[in-house]
């Protein structure tokens, strides 16, 4: 049982040739709303994974704010603490070029509410066996529902996206850091990533940087980092592969696999979702990533 403290976002893509510059319209080619946010996107791959999956979270009073309910119910998600609140959802603007580029704006929206907990969300948090975080509501909101994991003594699996300064009091409650190498030179100034995991770990007690392709590290204190490969798949769209890594992380760890093999499962999860479009409409449900991963 996993509950996810997050955002929800409905992505707007448009697929172009070339991304215009300032002052310029382009035509674009294709447009599509995906469901999206990091936190809901770890609550479809935790769900899809075979957890049973509390969403803590907020859309807005518009259309938008439906659309993304019903697709975390689709996935199996527990919606009763996705608050709807007066105003827009959050929404990422995304403009995707022929190269693959992409330029974003995020508008948090509903998000934004996201400030502190119920009594509803603590009690979640409380009966959960972890709880995934990550930085894209505001970071009162992340602290307290950290704090209340920590005074359940439930497992807190922190994504620290997007990269910023973290007050020393939440990662004081983080149990699993889980930066992608980016994040991880971010929050240390140091550009090698088992580096920069070692720097992490006077903080934290656990860190996974992710890898992309090369896959991920895993270093703990008083033990030799873990290097985990990912596996050799054809990648035609790599967004939301981290999300989906730390969805099935999370349901393997909650269900007493230990470290290394859990992170082959998540390796197994996340590069099934690399070989199909979307983000959280590529991610794998069990029974694939148990085929994939040969267990
Ligand atoms: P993020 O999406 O947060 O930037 P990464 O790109 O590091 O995260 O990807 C997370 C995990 O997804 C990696 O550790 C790896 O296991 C898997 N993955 C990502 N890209 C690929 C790829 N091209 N082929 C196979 N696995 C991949």
């Given at each position: 049982?996993?509950?996810?403290?997050?955002?929800?976002?409905?992505?707007?893509?448009?697929?172009?040739?070339?991304?215009?510059?300032?002052?310029?319209?382009?035509?674009?080619?294709?447009?599509?709303?995906?469901?999206?946010?990091?936190?809901?996107?770890?609550?479809?791959?935790?769900?899809?994974?075979?957890?049973?999956?509390?969403?803590?979270?907020?859309?807005?009073?518009?259309?938008?704010?439906?659309?993304?309910?019903?697709?975390?119910?689709?996935?199996?998600?527990d919606t009763d603490l996705l608050r709807t609140v007066e105003g827009p959802s959050g929404t990422?603007?995304?403009?995707?070029?022929?190269?693959?580029?992409?330029?974003?704006?995020?508008?948090?929206?509903?998000?934004?509410?996201?400030?502190?907990?119920?009594?509803?969300?603590?009690?979640?948090?409380?009966?959960?066996?972890?709880?995934?975080?990550?930085?894209?509501?505001?970071?009162?909101?992340?602290?307290?529902?950290?704090?209340?994991?920590?005074?359940?003594?439930?497992?807190?699996?922190?994504?620290?996206?997007?990269?910023?300064?973290?007050?020393?009091?939440?990662?004081?409650?983080?149990?699993?850091?889980?930066?992608?190498?980016?994040?991880?030179?971010?929050?240390?100034?140091?550009?090698?990533?088992?580096?920069?995991?070692?720097?992490?770990?006077?903080?934290?007690?656990?860190?996974?940087?992710?890898?992309?392709?090369?896959?991920?590290?895993?270093?703990?204190?008083?033990?030799?980092?873990?290097?985990?490969?990912?596996?050799?798949?054809?990648?035609?769209?790599?967004?939301?592969?981290?999300?989906?890594?730390?969805?099935?992380?999370?349901?393997?760890?909650?269900?007493?696999?230990?470290?290394?093999?859990?992170?082959?499962?998540?390796?197994?999860?996340?590069?099934?979702?690399?070989?199909?479009?979307?983000?959280?409409?590529?991610?794998?449900?069990?029974?694939?990533?148990?085929?994939?991963?040969?267990?």
């Amino acid at each position: 049982h996993i509950a996810v403290f997050g955002s929800t976002n409905m992505d707007l893509v448009a697929y172009v040739a070339k991304a215009p510059q300032r002052g310029e319209t382009v035509t674009g080619r294709e447009f599509r709303t995906l469901p999206g946010g990091k936190g809901a996107n770890q609550a479809v791959a935790a769900a899809r994974a075979g957890a049973t999956v509390a969403m803590i979270g907020a859309v807005g009073n518009d259309a938008f704010g439906s659309g993304l309910r019903s697709a975390l119910d689709h996935s199996g998600v527990d919606t009763d603490l996705l608050r709807t609140v007066e105003g827009p959802s959050g929404t990422a603007h995304i403009v995707v070029d022929d190269d693959g580029g992409n330029a974003i704006v995020v508008v948090p929206g509903a998000n934004a509410s996201l400030t502190a907990l119920s009594a509803g969300d603590t009690a979640e948090i409380a009966a959960a066996d972890a709880l995934l975080l990550q930085l894209e509501t505001p970071l009162e909101g992340v602290l307290a529902a950290a704090r209340a994991a920590r005074e359940s003594g439930v497992r807190t699996l922190l994504t620290p996206a997007p990269a910023q300064p973290l007050p020393p009091e939440l990662l004081a409650a983080t149990d699993l850091l889980l930066p992608n190498e980016h994040e991880a030179a971010a929050l240390t100034g140091i550009d090698d990533p088992a580096a920069a995991a070692a720097a992490l770990l006077s903080q934290v007690p656990e860190v996974v940087v992710t890898l992309g392709a090369a896959g991920s590290l895993y270093a703990a204190r008083g033990a030799a980092p873990v290097t985990v490969p990912a596996r050799r798949v054809t990648a035609v769209d790599t967004t939301g592969a981290g999300d989906t890594f730390v969805g099935a992380l999370a349901v393997s760890l909650a269900e007493g696999t230990p470290m290394p093999q859990a992170l082959e499962w998540a390796s197994a999860a996340s590069a099934l979702s690399v070989q199909r479009p979307g983000a959280s409409a590529s991610m794998p449900y069990r029974t694939e990533i148990d085929g994939a991963a040969g267990g």
